[in-house]
């Protein structure tokens, strides 16, 4: 897909959305589809990917629903300014401050741009003795212009089973299932009078069995969205992107895309999600110095850390034992500590924590060590203990660099493949230097003589050996 050529798409953006909305020109994009953190003040402990790393995020809010919604309110009046006079919005949201959000949509597009209220409802497990089970979500559904100007493909549900049973199967509809798959249909909706869609959506009725987090939504729900708000080639903007489900299925649908998400976290799943599709993903506002590293949050900081070098997180955020996570090949204990100057009995403990693991190595990285960190760490080397690598950020930073820059032999044209283990490189950097190989010395023979040296400055041709070594 070509960007247009005033912005660049197919890029994620590590940063706070309300200042990178200020930095998009006006009428830009032509479809966003937002999914705000609810105003649920709940605290999530989530699972990313199959690999069972632990990651949490705070969905929690200061102050009261006043406070949150003008915290929104102020994205959202970016939102509408970036939007195309053909585009749409699809606002995301739950019953703790959806009546709330309305009114301020309201205030922003205007109540004749309010399109659509959809109900998505879903099937989970029951909670509370005395409501009705809550299992369904808010799509308020906007438009930056008036209706007859807007991108809108119209989409088509199943006929009723009297229907079908009257008017024979060639009736079948062109669009969506119940699931919200995309079926092909077998005439044109125009010659089978199709039902068009409503604003009823049964798509993900049981919870899938993997999700990247609990409020990760289903591809279908995106998938149907893009599809009846977008044509191929538009681009399509979530300034909360979470995990990255609209951007992937925007790239799997030929849309271009631009995602936004303040976590570091979050932006490396969505670059593993994107690649997995055929997507190149441009990632810009990662932390990259040492002073931009400092300034994450301890779990943010824990999280950096195992993915550059593809490690797994510990399943526990207690009681680990003194263990953050493994290492990508070799499954060695890794602890990160966010601090400087890191002592003798951090390395004390943790030696004691790897060998309850039953490894013989384990890794330890911080801004810095003391000179009491590196002795504990070499006397327990000496007595055979545990091997306790420690490694700087900076190290850590540079090595990266290294392991993923463009050309490398594990690193395939198209997206990022698996990377060795960067734990193990870096542990032989730590090497003391009696442990490293020597290089071969070159054989006597070899060697050029003082004779053919001294011609070899005296005329231009390359420097050989003499006409008796061979």
């Given at each position: 897909m070509t960007p247009v050529g005033y912005l660049e798409t197919g890029i994620?953006?590590?940063?706070?959305?309300?200042?990178?909305?200020?930095?998009?020109?006006?009428?830009?994009?032509?479809?966003?589809?937002?999914?705000?953190?609810?105003f649920s003040e709940r605290y999530y402990e989530v699972i990313w990917g199959d690999e069972a790393e632990v990651r949490s995020f705070e969905d929690r809010w200061a102050g009261d629903i006043h406070g949150y919604v003008d915290w929104m309110r102020q994205r959202v009046i970016e939102m509408h300014r970036v939007l195309k006079p053909t585009g749409s919005l699809y606002l995301h949201c739950d019953w703790h401050a959806g009546h709330y959000l309305k009114i301020m949509l309201d205030g922003v597009f205007g109540r004749e741009n309010f399109v659509n209220e959809v109900v998505w409802h879903y099937r989970k497990w029951p909670?509370?003795?005395?409501?009705?089970?809550?299992?369904?979500?808010?799509?308020?559904?906007?438009?930056?212009?008036?209706?007859?100007?807007?991108?809108?493909?119209?989409?088509?549900?199943?006929?009723?089973?009297?229907?079908?049973?009257?008017?024979?199967?060639?009736?079948?509809?062109?669009?969506?299932?119940?699931?919200?798959?995309?079926?092909?249909?077998?005439?044109?909706?125009?010659?089978?009078?199709?039902?068009?869609?409503?604003?009823?959506?049964?798509?993900?009725?049981?919870?899938?069995?993997?999700?990247?987090y609990p409020t990760q939504k289903p591809d279908a729900l995106l998938?149907?969205?893009?599809?009846?708000?977008?044509n191929k080639g538009d681009i399509v903007l979530d300034p909360f992107c979470g995990c990255g489900t609209t951007v992937k299925v925007a790239e799997e649908l030929q849309r271009q895309w631009i995602g936004i998400d303040i976590s570091p976290t979050a932006i490396g799943v969505m670059k593993r999600r994107i690649e997995q599709v055929g997507?190149?993903?441009?990632?810009?506002?990662?932390?990259?110095?040492?002073?931009?590293?400092?300034?994450?949050?301890?779990?943010?900081?824990?999280?950096?850390?195992?993915?550059?070098?593809?490690?797994?997180?510990?399943e526990r955020l207690s009681?680990?034992?003194?263990?953050?996570?493994?290492?990508?090949?070799?499954?060695?204990?890794?602890?990160?500590?966010?601090?400087?100057?890191?002592?003798?009995?951090?390395?004390?403990?943790?030696?004691?924590?790897?060998?309850?693991?039953?490894?013989?190595?384990?890794?330890?990285?911080?801004?810095?060590?003391?000179k009491g960190a590196y002795r504990e760490a070499a006397r327990a080397k000496e007595a055979g203990e545990a091997n306790i690598v420690l490694i700087t950020v900076s190290e850590l930073l540079h090595a990266t660099e290294a392991i993923t820059r463009p050309g490398m032999p594990m690193t395939p044209k198209r997206g990022r493949g698996p990377t060795p283990d960067l734990m193990?490189?870096?542990?032989?950097?730590?090497?003391?230097?009696?442990?490293?190989?020597?290089?071969?010395?070159?054989?006597?023979?070899?060697?050029?003589?003082?004779?053919?040296?001294?011609?070899?400055?005296?005329?231009?041709?390359?420097?050989?050996?003499?006409?008796?070594?061979?």
């Open positions: 994620l953006y590590c940063d706070d959305n309300l200042d990178r909305l200020t930095k998009l020109p006006a009428g830009c994009i032509d479809l966003i589809y937002l999914d705000p953190p609810f909670s509370g003795k005395f409501t009705f089970q809550r299992n369904h979500d808010t799509l308020f559904f906007y438009s930056r212009t008036p209706s007859r100007e807007r991108t809108f493909n119209q989409l088509y549900m199943d006929r009723a089973p009297s229907t079908l049973k009257r008017f024979g199967q060639a009736k079948i509809f062109s669009g969506h299932d119940a699931a919200g798959r995309r079926v092909p249909s077998r005439v044109s909706a125009e010659k089978s009078g199709g039902v068009r869609l409503d604003d009823v959506w049964a798509i993900g009725r049981v919870p899938p069995v993997k999700q990247l998938d149907r969205i893009i599809t009846a708000s977008s997507g190149v993903p441009k990632i810009v506002g990662l932390p990259m110095t040492e002073t931009e590293l400092r300034e994450l949050k301890p779990f943010a900081f824990q999280n950096w850390v195992l993915q550059q070098v593809d490690g797994t997180s510990s009681g680990d034992m003194g263990i953050d996570g493994l290492s990508f090949m070799y499954h060695e204990p890794i602890q990160i500590k966010r601090s400087e100057h890191v002592g003798r009995n951090v390395v004390d403990n943790f030696e004691t924590a790897v060998k309850r693991s039953g490894n013989d190595r384990g890794y330890i990285v911080a801004f810095s060590f003391t193990r490189l870096l542990s032989s950097l730590q090497r003391d230097i009696r442990d490293r190989p020597l290089p071969r010395a070159r054989p006597a023979k070899a060697r050029p003589s003082a004779d053919t040296l001294f011609k070899s400055e005296q005329s231009s041709e390359p420097l050989g050996v003499d006409d008796d070594e061979s």
